[in-house]
């Protein structure tokens, strides 16, 4: 999604949150994909088991998988009720009223067939869309009428995909997916590349028991039967708040944008050509305004044919972007105000400051700009809190964090980049993550390269901590520090720990932030995270910390952690708290051994199979020998001092009461191997 799309959907969001899922009809909506995938499912085993028995099944294929509006007749017709319904009345009827001819039980027998095919083998959806295509009793039946029941089956593989749902991913991602069987593979996957790329996003502002895709679902619903937005493309306005930004205070906290030359009055109700004529009247009748026909003052017709879902950039001076908004509604009149009565409703989505240079000769209060310039100016460098202008525009700035894409981490780390996309998208969706795995296998390494990778361009700042089995609440979220006082006596101030500083620091900070936790096993999870077990799960609430401060996480803030699975099991950490961790597992990668070795002078395949023979006499993956003793280019040289002094004393902690199994993989019995 391109930049000025993900603003505009965030605003949107914004708006969506704070408009729908919390009325009767919201809460009812979201209550629905839960129920409705529920009776879908028992639809199916219903429709299945009497075909099965060779019976007709085309009354049952038409009631049952089709989604019906929710009505007193459809209701006692048994039909299958769904929040995103395709038929009112009667199907069948209402067909033949409009003189259709229609063969319904070979219709129903194709339905039955494609939605079968689908269920049973859904890595073969564009082989059976193309095989529904092209049967004669498909027409009429598409996306709408059938992923509703491909949704309720297999919700993981098939996204539903109706009208509201088209227009708004063909909308956000600048395409033109149709609504037909035959296209369904493409816009199912599109709408779950869009879906993954903005989940984090979504659960930051409302963050529901829904799925993500339900999300977006519930989202395209309002966006287009509710708010009725156009989904044409917004225009783009850079629009100065006053001379030096002046009113911006007033327009950030009013939600407005407003113009000057007061004197013309109300315009709302005036064509260009009456609009003319005001104009000419007032530079007539005051020529010490000093008004121009071809000057400013034509900027008040501009500014009032500005249209709801248009995006503003509020400037301040040609250096600095203080604002971007979504206009909300139509131009109105302030008559009341003292100046600036021109004014537009504005939900200001983003208020940082942002040093932006402008062209030469954009000196003007109002100026049109393009998508480009507009992505340009959401990507501006953020001018940090407490930083001031130092001159004529300059502004002294802190550099933003280097870039570093999945694409470096997983060339660094030897790890497929979809599945570092996955686990990049659970870490925003949940906000706190662990890597488990054996020893050896990369856990703090990949940590720290995902950490730089959620704050890549970004502002934020990473911390690691090292639990052990002494760490204690007071030293992660506070307790009382001894210390002496000014007579000579011990004073017992309440210290705040690392976890309550780390997140004073993100407060300052407004992108991403991280803090890595290494061995986060090896401490007593439940008493050190104290009040943080609910703040996890409640990352919009506050508690009362013993000492009577009011705490709570800040929405940037990450939370990897590392967990050797040797040293504690996985299945002894706290089920409350593993329910509020995404778990990311992570065990030896023996294609990351070939493929680091690639590049040295050391006969790699030797040692994979002693890895493999050593992991299968393990027979336990949660202690299976990891890879990263080995990652060194000299290892020609250093293998027998790992191997001797690493590998062999875990190997014969593993093996304590079974010294033969130890024996076999002694340096000296498995060297020829390792060195052919």
Same mark, same amino acid.
């Given at each position: ?17 704070? #408009?729908?899922? =919390? ?17 879908? +499912? ?90 529904? !295509? ?16 491909? @949704? ?6 098939? /996204? ?11 909308? %956000? ?14 816009? @199912?996957?599109?709408?779950?590349? /869009? ?9 930051? &502002? ?16 309002? /966006? ?58 007032? &530079? ?7 008004? @121009? ?16 879902? #248009? ?26 105000? !003292? ?34 310039? $507009?992505?340009?100016? /959401? ?79 970004? #502002? ?38 690392? $976890? ?10 407004? #992108? ?6 290494? !061995? ?11 009040? =943080? ?22 929405? @940037?803030?990450? &939370? ?34 070939? +493929? ?32 990263? %003793? $080995?990652?060194?280019?000299? =290892? ?11 590998? !062999? ?28």
């Amino acid at each position: 999604m391109q930049a000025s799309k993900k603003s505009e959907f965030l605003a949107l969001y914004q708006e969506f949150s704070e #408009d729908y899922p =919390l009325t009767e009809k919201g809460k009812e909506h979201v209550s629905a994909y839960s129920k409705h995938r529920q009776q879908g +499912q028992q639809n199916y085993r219903e429709v299945e088991a009497v075909a099965a028995r060779g019976e007709d099944i085309t009354d049952l294929v038409l009631l049952k998988w089709i989604p019906y509006s929710d009505t007193p007749a459809n209701r006692e017709r048994e039909v299958w009720i769904h929040h995103a319904p395709c038929v009112t009345g009667d199907l069948v009827k209402k067909s033949e009223n409009n003189g259709n001819t229609v063969d319904w039980a070979e219709t129903a027998k194709t339905i039955f067939q494609f939605v079968k095919h689908c269920n049973d083998n859904p890595a073969d959806l564009e082989t059976a869309c193309q095989n529904y !295509e092209t049967s004669p009793h498909s027409k009429g039946f598409q996306t709408g009428y059938l992923t509703p029941i491909l @949704n309720a089956l297999r919700p993981d593989d098939f /996204l539903l995909i109706n009208s509201k749902s088209q227009r708004s991913i063909n909308y %956000f991602t600048n395409s033109n997916y149709s609504t037909k069987i035959a296209n369904y593979p493409q816009i @199912n996957d599109a709408e779950r590349q /869009l879906v993954n790329s903005i989940a984090s996003d979504m659960r930051a &502002i409302w963050d529901s028991e829904l799925r993500d895709d339900d999300q977006f679902d519930i989202f395209c619903h309002w /966006l287009t039967a509710i708010k009725k937005h156009t989904l044409k493309p917004p225009k783009y306005w850079k629009i100065s708040p006053g001379d030096g930004a002046w009113q911006w205070d007033e327009c950030r906290d009013n939600g407005f944008i407003a113009l000057g030359f007061s004197e013309l009055m109300d315009v709302s109700n005036l064509s260009q050509q009456e609009f003319n004529v005001q104009r000419d009247k007032i &530079i007539n009748q005051y020529p010490e305004l000093n008004w @121009n026909k071809d000057g400013g003052v034509n900027q008040v017709w501009k500014f009032s044919q500005i249209s709801e879902g #248009d995006r503003i950039v509020a400037n301040r001076g040609i250096s600095e972007v203080v604002g971007i908004g979504t206009v909300t509604g139509a131009y109105y009149y302030q008559h009341d105000a !003292e100046k600036q009565r021109h004014r537009l409703p504005v939900h200001w989505d983003d208020t940082t400051v942002r040093s932006f240079n402008f062209p030469k000769g954009w000196v003007k209060t109002l100026i049109p700009l393009n998508a480009n310039r $507009f992505s340009d100016i /959401l990507q501006a460098p953020k001018i940090q809190e407490g930083m001031t202008l130092m001159g004529k525009g300059d502004v002294s700035i802190q550099p933003p964090n280097e870039t570093y894409t999945l694409t470096q981490c997983s060339k660094d780390t030897y790890i497929d980049e979809a599945l570092l996309h996955s686990w990049v998208s659970a870490t925003n969706r949940k906000k706190q993550a662990i890597l488990y795995g054996p020893p050896g296998t990369g856990k703090t390494y990949l940590a720290q390269r995902l950490a730089r990778h959620l704050l890549s361009e970004g #502002d934020g700042c990473k911390e690691i901590v090292q639990f052990h089995p002494a760490y204690t609440y007071e030293d992660f979220i506070e307790g009382i520090r001894p210390k002496q006082g000014e007579n000579g006596g011990l004073d017992y101030p309440v210290v705040a720990g690392q $976890f309550i500083n780390f997140c004073e620091k993100a407060r300052k900070r407004q #992108d991403t932030c991280v803090l890595i936790i290494d !061995e986060i096993n090896r401490a007593n999870l439940a008493q050190v995270f104290g009040e =943080l077990m609910y703040l996890m799960e409640y990352r919009d609430h506050e508690v009362t910390l013993p000492s009577g401060r009011t705490f709570s996480i800040p929405n @940037n803030v990450r &939370i990897l952690g590392t967990m050797n699975t040797a040293d504690r099991s996985i299945a002894l950490v706290d089920h409350a708290l593993r329910r509020r961790f995404a778990f990311l597992p992570l065990y030896p990668n023996l294609l990351g051994l070939a +493929q680091f070795h690639a590049d040295t002078d050391f006969a790699v395949d030797g040692l994979i199979q002693v890895l493999t023979d050593v992991n299968q006499s393990i027979g336990d993956l949660q202690y299976q020998l990891g890879t990263s %003793f $080995f990652l060194q280019k000299s =290892l020609k040289d250093d293998l027998q001092a790992i191997w001797q002094m690493e590998i !062999e004393p875990y190997l014969e902690e593993y093996f304590f009461d079974q010294p033969d199994k130890v024996k076999q993989f002694r340096w000296d019995a498995i060297k020829t191997q390792l060195q052919a």
